[in-house]
Nanobody, 126 residues
Framework: QVRLLESGGGLVQAGDSLRLSCAAS????????MGWFRQAPGKEREFVTC????????YYASSVKDRFTISRDNTKNTLYLQMNSLKPEDTAVYYC???????????????????WGQGTQVTVSS
């Protein structure tokens, strides 16, 4: 059984930075694709970024590219999301997710992930 626990959310002003963490337990963390998704009030969940099982390739939504950075520390079984130059439109609940599939699929799709955290709220004021 995999457990994912996000932390690091909060209330910040536009232009500030935050770093989210996602602590994973229950599986060998390093061999799986991990992703971050977010959901704003009244909107559908959307892909933010992922780091893949095959060579730690990273992918970003265009809305966060060059501002957000995903990384992982395999020794700590922890996934990170460094968010810089935050904007009010980044306000959402952020979720980390893990996929056990280890194959070449579209990891921007939420249905390709098998485990999800409970989410952490990020609020960016203008």
């Amino acid at each position: 059984q995999v457990r994912l626990l996000e932390s690091g959310g909060g209330l910040v002003q536009a232009g500030d930075s935050l770093r989210l963490s996602c602590a994973a337990s229950g599986r060998t963390f390093s061999v799986y694709t991990m992703g971050w998704f977010r959901q704003a009030p009244g909107k559908e969940r959307e892909f933010v970024t992922c780091i893949t099982w095959s060579g730690d390739n990273t992918y970003y939504a265009s809305s966060v590219k060059d501002r957000f950075t995903i990384s992982r520390d395999n020794t700590k079984n922890t996934l990170y999301l460094q968010m810089n130059s935050l904007k009010p439109e980044d306000t959402a609940v952020y979720y980390c997710a893990l996929s056990v599939r280890r194959t070449y699929i579209d990891y921007s799709r939420g249905h390709n992930y098998d485990y999800w955290g409970q989410g952490t709220q990020v609020t960016v004021s203008s």
